[in-house]
T-cell receptor
Framework: EAGVAQSPRYKIIEKRQSVAFWCNPI?????LYWYQQILGQGPKLLIQ????????DSQLPKDRFSAERLKGVDSTLKIQPAKLEDSAVYLC??????????????FGPGTRLTVT | AQSVAQPEDQVNVAEGNPLTVKCTYS??????LFWYVQYPNRGLQFLLK????DNLVKGSYGFEAEFNKSQTSFHLKKPSALVSDSALYFC?????????????WGLGTSLAVNP
């Protein structure tokens, strides 16, 4: 089965510019996650979707970050405007069930964002 | 507060020798524990998990991990390391109790296997 797809793989922008990332989860996976991974740190959950509804966005900086998952499949994460501290790898992951907390998450390759 | 600790930033081991990557946790209730691996410029890959049952769990690529409730540890092990095992390893825990179903991640341990 195909894995989690993300694009672009790399992006370089200047501060105050906007950027969008795209994620296509594994087919049939109802739960989708966006993480931010800063160099030298573990992943930080930004937002979690169950189908097209938001389950958890408590760590999403809502003044500049937004995400949507139309039709409960693909998702986009947007940053507007970007700050230098947003430089990180943005990881998308999906899993089968959100109530069964034992189910592991499957990750995409990530998008490496550099803000200059 | 819930937390996961990986006390070693880096582990170096010779190829063919056994390896151990340490993880300790602090959560309320009984935890679900996970190990993930991240190769350079790649996303995280699931290795193994402990949910319940046998304290020794086996996972991908010959890795195994031992759950120790009294020591609140979940160390990752492999009997014979390969150069290709060189990567960044993350321990994560999900609290089964309450409504907090987030994954709590360690900071990662860089494993270098020397030929």
């Amino acid at each position: 089965e195909a894995g989690v797809a993300q694009s672009p793989r790399y992006k370089i922008i200047e501060k105050r510019q906007s950027v969008a990332f795209w994620c296509n989860p594994i087919s049939g996976h109802a739960t989708l996650y966006w993480y931010q991974q800063i160099l030298g740190q573990g992943p930080k959950l930004l937002i979690q979707f169950q189908n097209n509804g938001v389950v958890d966005d408590s760590q999403l900086p809502k003044d500049r970050f937004s995400a949507e998952r139309l039709k409960g499949v693909d998702s986009t994460l947007k940053i507007q405007p970007a700050k230098l501290e947003d430089s990180a790898v943005y990881l998308c992951a999906s899993s089968t069930l959100w109530r069964a907390t034992s189910y592991e998450q499957y990750f995409g390759p990530g998008t490496r964002l550099t803000v200059t | 507060a819930q937390s996961v600790a990986q006390p070693e930033d880096q582990v170096n081991v010779a190829e063919g020798n056994p390896l151990t990557v340490k993880c300790t946790y602090s959560v309320s209730g009984n935890p679900y524990l996970f190990w993930y691996v991240q190769y350079p410029n790649r996303g995280l890959q699931f290795l193994l998990k402990y949910i319940t049952g046998d304290n020794l769990v086996k996972g991908s690529y010959g890795f195994e991990a031992e759950f120790n409730k009294s020591q609140t540890s979940f160390h990752l092990k492999k009997p014979s390391a390969l150069v290709s095992d060189s990567a960044l390893y993350f321990c994560a825990v999900r609290d089964k109790a309450g409504n907090n179903r987030k994954l709590i991640w360690g900071l990662g341990t860089s494993l270098a296997v020397n030929p």
